[in-house]
């Protein structure tokens, strides 16, 4: 069998790199724990930098941290992004993670940067109390304030 002919090894029920995902059954919030790990340079591991294992119930589901970027339009600001593992998308675990991180960072305001194309993020920070900044920016920008 020719590598174009292996079968995927991606879960079906996962989706796809289209962002097209079967319905998930949610997590509950219970269930979604951050733990403090150490990012590096480009992920959480620089000054006012933070950096979580996302996990469901002990098991890892993902990563998201907070950097200190310096953009032409906010300035200086702190910045989260997430990754969450292909299985575990569409099961609500963003929400809370967004959540979790805003409340356990010391950063007063928190920004989010995504694609515009990236409807499943933007309703995540949404539900963690984001909300959406138009600014005309190629990138869709979301904040969040304690």
């Known amino acids: 069998m020719t590598s174009k002919n292996k079968p995927s090894k991606r879960p079906k029920s996962a989706g796809s790199r289209t962002g097209i995902l079967k319905k998930q059954t949610p997590v ?12 590096n340079a480009e992920r959480g591991g620089g000054p006012g930098g933070h950096y979580w294992h996302i996990e469901v119930k002990g098991k890892r589901a993902g990563y998201i941290f907070i950097n200190v970027i310096r953009d032409a339009h906010f300035g200086e600001h702190p910045s989260i992004q997430i990754h969450l593992n292909v299985i575990e998308r569409g099961k609500q675990i963003g929400r809370t993670a967004y959540r979790l991180a805003c409340e356990q960072c010391s950063h007063p305001v928190i920004y989010a940067h995504m694609s515009r194309k990236n409807i499943a993020s933007q ?3 949404e539900e963690a109390g984001f909300r959406p900044i138009d600014e005309g920016l190629i990138q869709f920008a979301m904040v969040w304030h304690r």
Not at 28 to 39: F, K, P, V, Y
């Open 28 to 39: 509950s919030t219970a269930d979604i724990s951050l733990r403090t790990a150490r990012g």
């Open 123 to 125: 309703r995540a920070a």
